[in-house]
């Protein structure tokens, strides 16, 4: 099953070479990776999916743990979260076509955030599944070009995932609604 | 006394300044371009460098270092060459947890990228195979890298670190204060303990076995558990099986020791393992080459896996309560609490197992003729077996008769590589545990094939004056894979014979006493005139050539299916 992982490391250089690499030599298959700053500049955050069983999952956090630029893991798969992934699609879009696309982006609540004559560019956020049903009816006029971000995840409510660097991380994060602000 | 404290250094004087304060006398290492600033501050320092003649000798020479004293090894090396140089002896470190500091030059932080001469980049290469590393590109990053790369090394789950430092790192100046260079590792948890109800469940499981069996490994050694884990089998009553590395971690001599486990391992300590109903996995991680096939492992067995590394629990093998944390620490939690039980129908039947196998005597057996490795390796024990001896294997056979036939009493008497199953080794590795324990009488015992990958390294032993002994166990042959061939690839001896130099006139060259023995009648006073000589000796052991290790679990076989030693041939069979 896919897990998602959010995942704390302090802001140096080579990190994100150590977190893929550790991906890579123990034969687990990252589906999407993130990363970027937090509310601390010396902390950045990564949001990982990886397809994998439940005794995988717990050997990804460990070996997480094992690099030492890692601040905090948390796996949040069984939690409740706020996933989204940003995508932005090109779609051939002459003048007949043209409605059509822009009414299929209003049902997705999607915005279009270029438009050229014979292409309309749309801009969406949401989960990956709502992303790909726009995709799917998109595909049609025919899709140009298109990007997505890669999911970044938060858990809802007043669970709150954050780390003092200057401080050694809680490691115990499987309890509901600890904060681990130092 | 602040100015003392204070004062403006170049990076690389608080190189040195710092390695001492970490309590380092001795380093190996190679100069060359890049790492010169440094070895030109050498001269202000009180640690002695050792010059190696490559620089995979130096991370050996570094490894063996830290294997027999339990103290950080140090490694220096230039950039380029003299760092790649370096990849197999940090990666044999790795696998085998070993703790070692490797300082490398670099090219100066403003070439970095050009693909200037000899530079590589190293943190990249070697990312892999260290538990962490660094490039510092300031003098003012030397003091808190320095330390940090101590304490990564040698607490929690010891390993290699990497420090690779720009030339203009090691030539500017800045002020150093070592109080305020304090490692800052927030992310790093190396003390990590078990709860209260892993501890409940572990004795429970314990307290109810039937037919338990102690898995010991190298762990208790790192860990200096030896005392911790004799008491507690003595108190359960459980018999202890070694993994390798584990060798020395309890003493062979003891009555609950069986002996070592595995692909190679006494016949009656796997069927042991097979039969067992709980495995205490002492500091050790199911190796494949303990474990042979998973699914038929232990399948009736529950297991309790007391690791320093969270990531080595449920790896190999899915165990039932894990207790993670230092074992030394585990087992004064564990020991108050677990009851005496008898346990002697259970000691008696593996008793039974062993047969009169356990106490063949192979002295005893007569004369062919024949010189087998495993007589020298059993004359050597003899011989040896009441001093302060360490005996520092390669790889291959030889390896294996050693844990075979050298019955270890004192954990840090063996120092072999298990995990990488590095050929060459031995050489470098007893160089460095002779500077380590200058008291000790090491002992190098080497094959004809691996002694060949780093002999040059006999030259660093006569340029130091090390009393360093070296017996080559020489088949003619890559022995073990001459083994394999032999089994699995019906004695096709694809590029396994070994034509050989005279190793005594080889060892003469460089200075070395040396001598060469072909007949069992003259293996003991060999010994004995090596330990005699006050310095180094090499002992060239012209063996059997097509000898073969028994019993043998084939790669992927389960455990209780091994290949035995065909009943016509006895001299060496003390394991049949």
């Avoid at chain 1, 438009?115 to 998109?138: C, M």
């Avoid at chain 2, 990249?124 to 320095?146: F, Q």
């Avoid at chain 2, 038929?296 to 309790?304: G, P, V």
């Avoid at chain 2, 004995?528 to 019993?551: C, K």
Wanted: aromatic share 6%.
């Amino acid at each position: 099953m896919l897990n998602t992982y959010v995942v704390y490391v302090e802001n140096k250089p080579g990190v994100l070479t150590r977190v893929a690499s550790l991906f890579r030599r123990r034969a687990f298959n990252i589906d999407s990776l993130t990363v970027g700053r937090t509310e601390k500049p010396e902390v950045s955050r990564m949001t990982i999916t990886v397809d994998a069983d439940h005794d995988q999952a717990r050997r990804i956090e460990a070996n997480l743990y094992k690099l030492v630029n890692v601040l905090l893991v948390e796996n949040i798969t069984s939690q409740p979260a706020i996933v989204r992934d940003l995508a932005m699609i090109k779609v051939a879009a002459t003048h007949e076509a043209r409605s059509h696309v822009l009414e299929l982006a209003s049902v997705f609540r999607a915005r279009v955030v270029d438009v050229a004559p014979e292409s309309l560019t749309i801009e969406i956020t949401g989960a990956e599944d709502k992303i790909d049903g726009l995709l799917e009816v998109l595909r049609p006029y025919g899709v140009l070009e298109m990007v997505r971000t890669g999911i970044v995840a938060m858990r809802r409510g007043k669970s709150s995932s954050t780390v003092n660097s200057a401080a050694a991380a809680d490691q115990d994060v499987a309890e509901e609604d600890v904060s681990h602000s130092v | 006394m602040a100015s003392m404290t204070r004062q403006s250094m170049t990076g690389a004087s608080i190189l040195w300044e710092c390695l001492e304060r970490e309590g380092v006398q001795h380093v190996f290492g190679y100069p060359g371009g890049a790492i010169l600033p440094a070895y030109d501050a050498l001269k202000g320092s009180k640690i002695h460098h050792i010059l190696v003649r490559h620089e995979q000798g130096a991370t050996h020479m570094a490894d063996g270092y830290a294997r027999a004293s339990g103290q950080v090894g140090v490694a220096v090396a230039t950039s380029g060459p003299g760092a790649t140089n370096m990849v197999t002896g940090i990666a044999t470190a790795m696998l085998d947890s070993s703790p070692i500091v490797c300082i490398t030059g670099q090219v100066g932080s403003k070439l970095i990228g050009s693909d200037a001469f000899q530079e590589t980049d190293i943190t990249g290469v070697t990312l892999p195979i260290t538990k962490h590393n660094y490039l510092v590109t300031h003098a003012s990053e030397v003091a808190r890298t320095i330390r940090e790369a101590f304490y990564v090394a040698r607490s929690g789950r010891p390993g290699p670190v990497l420090v690779d430092i720009t030339k203009d790192a090691q030539q500017s100046t800045c002020e150093f204060d070592w109080e305020a260079a304090k490692p800052q590792l927030p992310g790093y948890r190396p003390d990590l303990s078990p709860d209260r109800k892993e501890y409940e469940q572990a004795l429970e499981l314990i307290h109810n076995s039937k037919r338990p069996v102690i898995l010991a490994g190298h762990g208790i050694i790192i860990s200096g558990a030896m005392n911790e884990v004799r008491e507690f089998a003595e108190r359960a009553g459980i018999p202890v099986a070694l993994t390798l590395l584990g060798l020395g971690a309890f003493p062979a001599s003891h009555p609950l020791n069986l002996g070592m486990m595995g692909m190679h391992g006494e016949a009656w300590v796997n069927h042991t393992i097979q039969e067992a109903d709980l495995l205490l996995a002492f500091g050790m991680r199911f190796d494949d080459r303990v474990t042979g096939n998973l699914k038929t492992y232990a399948s009736n067995a529950k297991k309790i896996h007391i690791e320093i590394d969270p990531a080595e629990i449920n790896k190999n093998v899915k165990v039932d309560v894990p207790l993670v944390g230092d074992l030394r620490e585990v087992l004064h939690e564990l020991l108050p609490h677990v009851e005496s039980i008898d346990r002697s129908e259970w000691l008696d039947s593996i008793d039974k197992l062993k047969g009169d196998a356990a106490v063949r005597d192979i002295q005893n057996l007569p004369d062919s003729g024949h010189l087998y490795a495993a007589h020298v390796i059993n004359d050597l024990w003899r011989e040896t077996r009441d001093g302060d001896t360490v005996v520092v294997t390669d790889v291959g056979q030889h390896q294996m008769w050693e844990a075979q036939y050298y019955k270890h009493e004192k954990p840090r008497s063996l120092i072999t590589s298990g995990g990488l199953g590095t050929m060459g080794f031995a050489l470098p590795a007893g160089i460095g545990a002779k500077v380590a324990r200058p008291e000790a009488d090491v002992w190098v015992v080497v094959g004809d094939g691996g002694f060949q990958m780093t002999l040059c390294e006999l030259a660093t032993i006569v340029q130091e004056k090390l009393k360093v002994n070296i017996a080559i166990i020489n088949n003619g042959f890559l022995g073990m894979v001459r083994q394999w061939q032999e089994f699995f690839y019906e004695c096709n001896y694809a590029a396994t014979p070994l034509l050989n130099p005279d190793f005594a006139k080889l060892g003469e060259a460089y200075g070395i006493r040396s001598m060469t023995v072909t007949e069992r009648s003259q293996v003991v006073p060999s010994v004995q005139s090596a330990r005699q000589h006050d310095g180094p000796v090499l002992i060239n052991f012209r063996v059997e050539q097509e000898d073969t290790v028994y019993p043998m679990v084939a790669a992927g076989a389960s455990l209780h299916e091994m290949i035995r030693r065909p009943s016509k041939i006895v001299e060496t069979a003390a394991d049949e």
